[in-house]
């Protein structure tokens, strides 16, 4: 079992190597055999259509996210921690890099741990204004 002090520790450090384009950064304590899922269908992004499996696939995931997306202004707003799961609310300011579009989200993760890992990490948002904002 991993402890709240920890899980809330590795998922800043997450959220501040994702927030810098830290590909390794953001894959450090990220289990090789992990679940990834963004919710982004519709964007014109198709990796972000169905959950990606292993770190490999997950590296690449993230240049066409770090690509794609940029976000500003990032903040938890809460965490909500139970055993090795763990749910994170935060607001940021999306820009869509191609587009140059941008809106302030309320969005969540999912996150769940393995022996101090993530497995699975699943972020929630809204994906009409995803769409609004990729759309030339």
């Not at 240049?63 to 809460?78: G, N, Q, Y």
């Not at 699943?122 to 759309?135: C, G, H, N, V």
């Amino acid at each position: 079992m991993t402890d709240r002090e920890e899980i809330k520790t590795k998922v800043e450090a997450l959220w501040d190597a994702r927030l810098k384009e830290d590909i390794e950064g953001t894959l450090k304590n990220v289990a090789d055999d992990a679940v990834f899922e963004v919710n982004a269908r519709g964007t014109g992004v198709p990796v972000f259509c169905a959950p990606i499996v292993g770190k490999p696939a997950i590296r690449e995931a993230l240049h066409a996210l770090f690509s794609t997306w940029d976000f500003r202004d990032w903040k938890a707003v809460d965490f909500m921690i139970d055993d090795e799961r763990v749910l994170v609310r935060w607001s940021a300011r999306v820009v869509c890099t191609p587009t140059g579009k941008s809106e302030t989200f309320d969005s969540y993760d999912l996150i769940k741990f393995r022996a101090g890992k993530i497995v699975e990490y699943r972020q929630a948002t809204d994906t009409a204004m995803l769409i609004k904002l990729s759309a030339v």
